[in-house]
């Protein structure tokens, strides 16, 4: 694994000694916002790990928003966070999120979730995947794909519903397509994709799908390739 570690200069080595003292020590590390693109284009790292801001009123969104996302995962690692921040990070870049003031064994998680939640290795990161990594607290919760009920697109966030139990990710309806098994998984709505095996019942006249505890639309686009998956005449 390959960590590229961009921080500010007076902190950089503090961080560094975290990442050694959890257990990494293949870490490259840069301080220059300016040519962060270029450091990244030489190392190519699995994971970058990056303070949010910088000198100069410089800010990590200053540069994600005028680049395209590379083969990398993203934890930011600050102090300087608020919820506004967080939407403000492009969606294309789903991130974990670590305070300088929590332990190594925090950063650890992250890391250790950044380089698996997409796929174990590089060669894996489109493979369809059979769970979803949910982070709980200092926690990350793993969800098997047989327990999801479905799933809703809500703004830059993805509501995944068990049973009785509702989580939320950051990701885009594009990226989850790519992820699940489409032979057990449907698009029926603009916002609603279902698991086919926990349809009860399906209503034509009011376009609703009733499922275990739940009860979603279904749009007209959506209509006959669900019927005809049921056999529906």
Do not use: W
């Amino acid at each position: 694994m390959k960590i590229l570690l961009f921080d500010r200069k007076e902190e950089e080595q503090t961080s560094l000694n975290l990442l050694r003292q959890a257990g990494y020590n293949d870490v490259f590390l840069s301080c220059d916002i300016e040519n962060l693109g270029k450091v990244i284009d030489e190392v190519k790292p699995n994971i970058l790990i990056a303070e949010y801001k910088y000198e100069n009123g410089k800010h990590l969104t200053d540069y994600l928003s005028t680049k395209t996302k590379d083969d990398y995962e993203l934890i930011i690692y600050t102090n300087e966070f608020s919820s506004e921040v967080y939407d403000e990070i492009p969606l294309a870049y789903k991130f974990q999120y670590v305070q300088k003031s929590d332990s190594y064994v925090s950063l650890k998680q992250a890391i250790e979730y950044a380089y698996h939640a997409n796929g174990q290795f590089k060669e894996l990161k489109s493979a369809v995947t059979d769970k979803f990594y949910v982070k709980i607290g200092d926690k990350f919760k793993i969800i098997s794909m047989e327990e999801i009920q479905y799933f809703e697109v809500d703004g830059k966030y993805l509501n995944i519903y068990l049973e009785s139990r509702k989580y939320s990710i950051r990701s885009s309806l594009t990226d989850l397509l790519h992820r699940i098994p489409q032979s057990k998984y449907m698009r029926v709505h603009g916002s609603f994709v279902i698991n086919l095996d926990k349809v009860m019942s399906i209503n034509p006249t009011n376009n609703s799908i009733e499922l275990k505890n739940h009860k979603i639309p279904f749009s007209r686009n959506y209509k006959k390739e669900l019927l005809n998956h049921f056999a529906f005449v």
